[in-house]
């Protein structure tokens, strides 16, 4: 059984650090499987050249709220085109994003794309939970809702959907203590670091470990052993990518 670091953005982190080390080094502490994400079209090279030899996957989209993401929709539908992606995203809804019929639009546009092609979606979804909730239900499609922290009465609309969810650190914050246990009920979560170059502490040698971390955390505070959720977020892995 391996761990899957369930949305990370490897190409961006590449630029900020001796990659091939830190990655060899995740890999023999069990992190074996790594769901990547592009943001650039800078980062689509480095995942070009690289993600084969690396063994790893990575989606791209055209991301709600991050003005450094260079992305269109057109470079989207060349890569489903071309076969490249495991799925679309990260896509979705952001309250910060004050254009919300623009940003509407660019999502929707987006997961027809993912349902032309039958892959999966990454989403991030911030504010707007029954807005995307609306939009989502209309497709019959397979979604990774990356680094859930909204409210939990959304997190149950969610479970409606063919959805799967990553724990992150923002779960781990006391007032979502209500939120990461009905996740764990849900048996419906994998995993994520979301690491990027940005979030980079001062003095970190590999933040790829933050993974194993995060699962012993939640681990002791709720007093899942530590096989049981590398079982789980391995079985949802395979769910998620229709290998089972
Ligand atoms: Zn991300």
Redesign the pocket.
């Known amino acids: 059984m391996i761990w899957l670091d369930a949305?990370?953005?490897l190409a961006n982190l590449a630029s900020a650090l001796p990659f091939e080390a830190a990655f060899k080094e995740a890999n023999e502490k069990g992190i074996k499987g790594f769901l990547s994400?592009a943001?650039t079209k800078e980062e689509l090279k480095w995942y070009a050249a690289n993600a084969a030899r690396y063994g790893i996957i990575y989606s791209a989209g055209v991301h709600p709220n991050f003005p450094p993401c260079d992305l269109e929709y057109a470079d989207i539908a060349r890569l489903c085109q071309q076969q490249r992606l495991w799925a679309v995203g990260?896509i979705g809804l952001d309250r910060m994003n004050k254009d919300f019929s623009a940003m509407q639009q660019g999502f929707i546009q987006q997961l027809d794309l993912a349902a032309e092609h039958k892959l999966p979606v990454v989403l991030?979804i911030v504010g707007h939970q029954q807005a995307a909730y609306e939009i989502l239900r209309e497709y019959p499609l397979r979604y990774l809702i990356?680094?859930y922290a909204g409210s939990t009465e959304a997190f149950r609309l969610f479970l409606k959907l063919d959805a799967y969810f990553t724990i992150s650190e923002r779960v781990l914050k006391k007032d979502k203590t209500l939120l990461l246990s009905e996740m764990l009920e849900s048996k419906r979560y994998l995993f994520e670091t979301?690491i990027?170059r940005y979030y980079l502490t001062q003095g970190e040698i590999n933040p790829l470990l933050r993974l194993i971390d995060l699962a012993e955390t939640v681990s002791q505070r709720y007093g899942t052993g530590i096989s049981e959720l590398k079982a789980i977020q391995y079985d949802n892995y395979l769910l998620l990518r229709g290998i089972k």
Do not use: A, K, P, S
Request: hydrophobic content about 10%.
């Open positions: 949305h990370c953005h994400n943001l990260e991030h990356h680094g979301d990027t």
